[in-house]
């Protein structure tokens, strides 16, 4: 709590017009019920707070949150720390569908420059190529593994991608804005996009994290678990169900952001042992703050252009990912 606390208060006074982190403070506690502080603001100053700044900060404290949350409950599921909120095809099908919705057309917004569309279409694609590796998976029969999911969503993403580079090469015009949004942003006008993604936030932690101890149970072993009274695929369908949705949510609101997923979940269970009764809620709190203060150093790092903050994500993760890979080798061999 203390992090997401420190990202609010970093995220909102920090950017092209600096405020004091005190007086932020001060005027973030004036937004709760009876409370009435003199922060020391301008009328301006206050309104850069609650309208511009804060909206940002929050989405990417739910962003956050939903990455690092279903990265945790993937690498629970497949037993494997190196598991990923895309790993089901949820990145292609996303790509796909807001190539598609860029390309043939759609409503501009002039405030962030892409299709009034593209939220939705997001949504969409994300959730029908986990269905779709879904339906691939299954067709295995009753004996379907997370091996077998996960070499489905590898197919379901070839495909996938293989139509957005399609739409790409037929639209080469659209090119510039579909990478605006695959290398991810947080700008938002406003509250909008907030309240979209709030509800798929608070039902995607409730469900994950209701469930968190069947995770540890999991990890047994399927015949292990059953003789505790566990039913492991229905238990493993209902966790994936819902860290898709939050996955989709996200991506529909910020783009693709990776490594979230990697590295905030592994650095938990690093620092707080591998028990996902305590990674789940901590990967969720953390990965919050990190994206928050990622989309910090996006915004001032080159100021007064602004990086994606996937590009700043994917710097931080490659050698991240690079560690993991070899902590991993070496604890095998």
């Known amino acids: 709590m203390l992090a997401v606390l420190v990202a609010l208060v970093a995220g909102v006074s920090l950017g092209p017009v600096s405020l004091p982190p005190g007086s932020v403070a001060v005027e973030l506690l004036n937004l709760l019920p009876g409370v009435q502080l003199d922060s020391g603001l301008t009328a301006g100053e206050a309104a850069i707070v609650t309208q511009l700044r804060l909206p940002r900060v929050v989405l990417g404290l739910l ?70 590796t879904y339906l691939l998976g299954a067709a295995g029969g009753r004996s379907r593994s997370p091996a ?6 590898v197919a379901v993403s070839a495909f996938l991608s293989a139509g957005q580079t399609y739409l790409l090469q037929r639209h080469s015009d659209s090119i510039q804005q579909v990478y605006a949004w695959l290398l991810g942003r947080l700008a938002t006008a406003g509250w909008h996009d907030v309240l979209l993604v709030l509800p798929y936030f608070v039902l995607t932690a409730v469900v994950v994290l209701l469930h968190r101890r069947e995770l ?71 990965g919050g703050a990190f994206l928050a203060l990622t989309d910090v150093v996006a915004r001032t790092a080159a100021a007064p252009a602004e990086i994606p903050i996937g590009v700043v994500t994917a710097l931080l993760g490659g050698p991240f990912f690079v560690l993991v890979l070899r902590t991993a080798r070496r604890v095998l061999t």
Request: hydrophobic share 55%.
């Open 216 to 286: 540890d149970v999991l990890a047994l072993g399927d015949d292990e678990a059953a003789s505790l009274g566990l039913h492991p695929q229905r238990s493993r369908y209902l966790l994936i169900a819902a860290a898709s949705l939050g996955t989709a949510a996200a991506v529909s609101a910020s783009g693709l952001i990776g490594f979230v997923g990697i590295i905030v979940p592994h650095t938990v269970r690093l620092l707080a042992g591998s028990s996902y009764r305590v990674i789940l809620p901590l990967s969720m709190l953390f």
């Open 63 to 132: 962003v956050g949150g939903l990455l690092a949350l279903a990265g945790g409950a993937y690498q629970g599921v497949f037993r494997n720390p190196l598991a990923d909120p895309y790993l089901l095809g949820v990145a292609a099908g996303a790509g796909l569908a807001v190539t598609a919705v860029i390309a043939l057309g759609g409503a501009m917004d002039p405030l962030v420059g892409l299709p009034l569309t593209v939220p939705l279409a997001a949504f969409v694609g994300s959730l029908g190529a986990v269905a779709m």
């Open 148 to 153: 077998t999911l996960i070499l489905a969503g």
